[in-house]
């Protein structure tokens, strides 16, 4: 599978892959540092797939919140993968920042239905990722 588009139609992509995306994977978000290089780290990621919207829950002051902050409102590139033995999907796209009480709320209410309830945290933001390009073999 690899699927490349402003806005690619993850609806379209079937069964298999939404239900991949909503099982309970660890997966990993990859942003890029101010020197070129990769910084990978484990996530919980939710998948909107109408929308084509990855989120990830994290503390303002994380290195990768920090990351995609700086990249302003252009957002960052960004790659978030998921595997579970041959099956495997990565999505890429543009990261930026959400904080907003809403934007929280809903990125916690979506990570509840695919993990469990989140610690509370004051500090919580969302990285957005505006999904453009989906990699895998699901």
Not at 6 to 33: I, M, N, Q, S
Not at 40 to 61: F, H, W
Not at 96 to 121: C, F, G, I, K, Q
């Given at each position: 599978?690899?699927?490349?588009a402003t806005r690619p139609d993850l609806a379209g ?126």
């Amino acid at each position: 599978m690899l699927v490349g588009a402003t806005r690619p139609d993850l609806a379209g992509l079937g069964e298999g892959f939404d239900a991949f995306w909503h099982e309970r994977h660890l997966c990993t978000l990859t942003t890029v540092r101010s020197d070129g290089t990769p910084h990978v780290v484990p996530v919980g990621v939710t998948l909107d797939a109408g929308t084509a919207i990855a989120r990830v829950i994290t503390s303002r002051g994380s290195y990768k919140a920090r990351l995609v902050a700086a990249a302003g409102p252009a957002g960052a590139p960004a790659a978030v993968c998921q595997v579970d033995g041959r099956r495997w999907s990565t999505l890429e796209g543009r990261a930026v920042l959400r904080d907003t009480p809403e934007e929280v709320a809903d990125a916690e209410r979506r990570y509840t239905l695919r993990y469990r309830a989140p610690r509370v945290n004051p500090d919580r933001v969302v990285i957005e990722i505006q999904v453009t390009r989906v990699l895998g073999n699901v």
